[in-house]
């Protein structure tokens, strides 16, 4: 762990060195100059990610900078199957003026990685920058790193309170996680033992994950909820790991809506269109000469809870009227 963490501050002292020599706001003021933004996220095999690239380029287009005009973009997948440091390293040949690095924290890492002279925008899911090192304060970054965070792991821990309000008489908790969720399982670990529940923990390695597997194993272990985390490595399989909790009949919570609408029970998530905006509003700063070092990163505040009925009754369990009551969208 202290060699993580010096790592980590090595890469500060590269960031905040460069950010001294670095030339891009000089480079990139002018009105008519095209920008070039590379964007490193999720891949876009699937809504969430695709919506939320969508909701990124609009708000760009509202703020003056269109592709074809003044704009070009890149999009790298960070769950390349390659891996993510060669995804990186090529989204660097793409020669950005800005970079977005959306997701956990292995794309900043990668993005990092690949040149520290670049202005980098998080959208920082499972992570936080500031207790990683990557940056110095929330409100003043220094080096060249700002952003918006989701605080992730106090939401997965708010995901396992939710799911103990709605079903008060079950005890045994599995959830599914990897490599990339290892904080958020460690929150929600910590918070269930708080309530006295049994966790038993299904770690997926090795994609693609077995999650038909997973599923037994949970069942196998006489867990009555499941709580899925939000690996990017989990979201394009939701169909699947929606039809499988249904067939196990255990109520399972999510960390995005597109799981509730192809039959997922429950999703308790942050409101992120509105993350990625804000993301493009960074874009639109850095490209006008503001510094990266003195913009603050914001924290995400808005969630949203979304419930299947139609899924409850295939389950054979009644959400309280709280939990319906708290709810922002019900399918029935």
Known sequence: MQSSQLRRREFITLIGSAAAAWSFAARAQQS?????????????????PIAYYQAFLARLRELGFTEGQ???????????????FVAAAELMRFQPNVI???GPEIALQAVIGASV???????????????????????????????????????????VEVLTQAFPEK??????????????????????????????????????????????NA???AAQMVLVLSSPYFTEHRT?????????????????RHYVDVGGLISYRGDFPPMYRRAADYVAKIVKGEKPADLPIEQATKFETVVNLKTARAIGVELPTSILLRADEVIE
Not at 121 to 132: C, H, S, Y
């Open 240 to 256: 699947r790991i929606a039809e499988l909790a249904i067939e196990y009949r255990l109520p399972t919570m999510f960390a995005f």
């Open 219 to 221: 069942a196998a272990g």
């Open 171 to 216: 005890n045994r908790l599995a959830v599914l996680w990897d490599a990339l969720t290892a904080d958020q399982f460690s929150a929600a670990e910590r918070i269930a033992q708080t309530l006295n529940l049994d966790v038993r923990a299904l770690k997926l390695e090795n994609p693609p994950y077995d999650f038909d597997a997973a599923f037994r």
């Open 32 to 48: 008519d100059k095209t920008v070039r933004v590379g964007f490193f996220g999720n891949s876009l095999n699937s809504p969430p």
């Open 70 to 84: 003044n704009l070009i973009a890149e999009y790298q997948a960070l769950n390349d199957p390659r891996g993510p």
């Open 117 to 159: 002279s670049v202005p980098i925008i998080v959208v920082a899911v499972n992570f936080d920058p500031v207790g990683r090192g990557y940056v110095a304060s929330f409100a003043r970054p220094g080096g060249n790193i700002t952003g918006v965070v989701f605080r992730q792991l106090e939401l997965a821990a708010k995901q």
């Open 100 to 102: 977005v690095a959306a």
